[in-house]
């Protein structure tokens, strides 16, 4: 290149210059880490500031920021937040520093907060803002000086926004996060802390809000969110510390009835859009009707087809083909408490001409093979692929220790027509070995069709109890209240949270624990659904009131922890 270069007749400086601009080009064509070596895990920084923090008498129209490394400069520009809104910005961009313009005039002897939120991220490995940064400045001679801090508890905590409205001026009551924007703003770091800083004494109402399009403005069924109490700062108590928030996504609309299909002659399906409170459900919540809405198709039986409590199965008498037949469900709920919709509880549905002829089989037992393990005191449970009858259905199974081949009595029930729950009259032996046999004949669907003739043996153990662990306590406070105490296993992210109500006095207890490190959470349970509710953002219901055990509690096999007091 260069010998072609100097063969051309362009000036010699021409040349030069020429060179450099692709030496140049070449040098700084894209901004990437170099390659090689350990990646770049650290978060960006703020590391000068224009204006400095708590700067009065401010008269200026711009606020300019220089990064410790290049970041993404539209997730900059989407997480500029200031408070109170002075409109549309400007940005102007050179390398690592970002100059702000607002060309709205400033309100006179008004503290402004300058918010930049944890989205922001670098070019080379998306590492986030450890924390918001914050920063005030005045238009007057005084900056407010007003502090609220707190946590956002969730599985994912990070950038989560918190909404805060001071109430001062406005009825309470019409406050409406869905079309208002908040009047300060932060968000969560890494670990779900925030900080609200520079505000003006007055009361203010919280909402924890994970704002999923970024509109300042509560989405429901969109946005997880969450509210607490409302909070006051004095001119003698300008600090408010530990404000908590659990956030969840709202459910505001009522279950509705999806689609009902005749799978056979006796069998219909029934879908709902959401799911469904199993204590809310009996026979008598669905009626097959005619088109003039006489009950016309019996019903013999109901079980659901999977673990939502979405889908169902209804077991008929006979369908006539191409039959227009109309399925009534009342009084049912979600999980929330709301009824049935009334204008979405029927729907029309075609007798099948199909027949069921297949065999009721065994879709899963909770002993599976010879490793399985319950507890002393555990039932183990068979569910079916449909709706079945037993005649005398305890003398099918047969329990015996495998030791001494000592028969075990064991009771028979079905929580569903398609699910056999047996549990021994005494609890099993620990360290034990057992073997069940269970006799498929004379199990029968509804429709007739039969098992085939066969036995099924199972082999399973007895867990000691003392390789598991227990705690105990009492836990003081939410006066007035259902007081449930949580206990979530964080060495084992698959077991499922275990929860207790404390007695009269505040005593909790639990046993046979797995191993592990536990958080204890308490919460109130105002409506007794046994799950912690996030309060409601419009109209405004408070979040139930929790607290968390200020330490983790250590676990460990035959080691009874108690004394665990907390408020």
């Not at 509109?215 to 510390?241: C, I, R, S, W």
Request: include cysteine.
């Amino acid at each position: 290149m260069y010998a072609n270069m100097r063969q051309s007749h362009l000036p010699f400086h021409f040349i030069v210059f020429f060179i450099a601009v692709a030496l140049l080009m070449n040098g700084c064509a894209g901004q990437r880490a170099p390659e090689g070596g350990p990646v770049d895990l650290t978060p960006p920084e703020i590391i000068s500031m224009y204006p400095a923090p708590n700067t009065v008498n401010y008269h200026d129209n711009k606020i300019i920021l220089e990064f410790s490394k290049y970041v993404e400069r539209r997730s900059v520009e989407e997480s500029v937040f200031i408070s109170p809104s002075i409109g549309d910005v400007e940005f102007d961009w050179s390398g690592t520093e970002v100059e702000i313009i607002f060309h709205e005039a400033l309100r006179a002897n008004t503290t402004y907060v300058f918010t930049l939120g944890t989205d922001v991220v670098d070019v080379n490995n998306h590492n986030r803002l450890a924390k918001a940064f914050s920063l005030a400045f005045s238009t007057g001679e005084k900056i407010d000086n007003g502090t609220i801090t707190g946590k956002v508890f969730d599985e994912k905590p990070e950038g989560v926004m918190i909404f805060s409205y001071r109430l001062n001026d406005i009825k309470s009551d019409t406050l409406n996060p869905i079309t208002t924007k908040p009047d300060y703003i932060t968000q969560t770091g890494k670990y779900g802390i925030f900080t609200l800083t520079n505000l003006a004494y007055g009361t203010y109402r919280l909402y924890a809000i994970r704002d999923e399009f970024k509109n300042l403005l509560y989405d429901p069924e969109t946005d997880a969110a969450g509210t607490t109490n409302d909070v006051t700062l004095f001119q003698t108590d300008t600090l408010k510390a530990g404000v908590q928030f659990i956030i969840a996504k709202e459910d505001t609309t009522a279950p509705r009835i999806s689609s009902v299909e005749a799978k056979d002659q006796h069998h219909v399906q029934v879908v709902f859009s959401e799911p469904l409170d199993g204590s809310t459900i009996s026979s008598r919540s669905f009626v097959i009707a005619d088109t003039n809405g006489k009950p016309t198709l019996p019903l013999a039986a109901w079980y659901p087809t999977n673990d939502l409590n979405t889908y169902f199965t209804l077991v008929t008498a006979t369908q006539r083909d191409q039959e227009e037949y109309v399925l009534h469900v009342d009084s049912v709920k979600d999980l929330h408490g709301f009824t049935i919709h009334p204008a979405a509880k029927q729907k029309l549905f075609k007798g099948s001409p199909k027949k069921d002829t297949l065999r009721p089989r065994l879709f899963g037992v909770t002993v599976r093979d010879s490793g399985s393990s319950i507890l002393p005191n555990d039932s183990i449970l068979f569910t079916f692929s449909n709706a079945v009858t037993l005649p005398q259905s305890d003398s099918v199974i047969t329990i015996q220790k495998q030791r001494d081949n000592t028969k075990i009595e064991a009771l028979v029930s079905w929580p569903f027509a398609n699910m056999m729950m047996v549990k021994p009259k005494k609890n099993f032996e620990s360290n034990q070995s057992y073997t069940m046999k269970f006799r498929w004949n004379g199990l029968r669907d509804f429709s007739g069709n039969a098992a085939k003739d066969s036995t099924t043996r199972y082999k399973f153990s007895i867990a000691d109890p003392d390789q598991f662990g227990s705690v105990e306590g009492s836990f003081a406070g939410f006066s007035g209240s259902t007081v449930v105490v949580q206990a979530d296993n964080i060495a084992d992210k698959k077991q499922k949270s275990l929860k207790t109500k404390t007695s009269q006095f505040g005593k909790f207890s639990f046993s046979l624990l797995p191993e592990g490190r536990y958080v204890l959470t308490a919460f109130e349970d105002r409506n007794n659904n046994f799950v912690h509710d996030a309060g409601k953002i419009f109209p405004f219901i408070q979040g139930e009131k929790f607290t968390t055990y200020r330490d983790t509690i250590r676990v460990r096999a035959r080691w009874p922890i108690d004394g665990v007091i907390f408020k």
